[in-house]
């Protein structure tokens, strides 16, 4: 039986890394993830399907899962959630051909940055346990809740002034000359 390499997707989050095999209908699957390669192996129909691969980073095995389903998916956890990856294979060469994106689980680096700074500013308001007005925790952003509050009325003063003005809408339109 001749062993064939399958087409599959990858995509990334902060924390892991997703693998999605495309094929459905697999039998004898096998599979294995150590700290820098990942192994899988099955059978569909007359063809024996392999996949072994090194990773860029180290992952953390114990934590990484298998998926069943239509498509089997590996949710691999990184050792590291702060390294963004450029690729998932340390040869870029090798699965040129059968390696694609899955921009369906995709997350770019600035919007796992992004992520993290959410992460960060909801660990803060934990740690504080306070939130001001404005849903912010008062470390954040220097502004005191006095200081938002005086902020607040000012921008209270403001609208009542934009308000007082005439509407330039409610003015009778001219009549148009052809």
């Not at 989050?13 to 150590?34: A, G, P, Y």
């Not at 921009?103 to 346990?129: A, I, M, R, V």
Request: charged share 40%; glycine share 6%.
């Amino acid at each position: 039986m001749a062993t064939v390499t399958p087409t599959f997707k990858w995509a990334q989050s902060r924390s892991k890394v997703f693998v999605t095999i495309q094929l459905t209908n697999i039998d004898d699957l096998k599979h294995s993830i150590s700290d820098k390669s990942f192994a899988f192996t099955g059978v569909r129909g007359p063809k024996k399907y392999e996949l072994n691969f090194e990773m860029p980073h180290a992952v953390d095995p114990k934590a990484s899962k298998f998926v069943p389903g239509r498509h089997p998916r590996f949710d691999i956890a990184k050792a590291d959630s702060k390294i963004f990856w450029t690729r998932l294979c340390s040869d870029k060469r090798r699965f040129k051909n059968f390696c694609k994106v899955d921009f369906d689980k995709w997350k770019d680096e600035d919007e796992l940055y992004d992520e993290e700074e959410e992460d960060d500013s909801k660990e803060e308001e934990k740690k504080t346990g306070e939130v001001s007005a404005m849903g912010v925790p008062p470390s954040l952003g220097g502004m005191t809740q006095e200081g938002i509050e005086k902020l607040m009325s000012e921008v209270k003063l403001k609208k009542g002034k934009i308000d007082e003005d005439p509407d330039s809408d409610d003015d009778p339109l001219s009549d148009l000359e052809a």
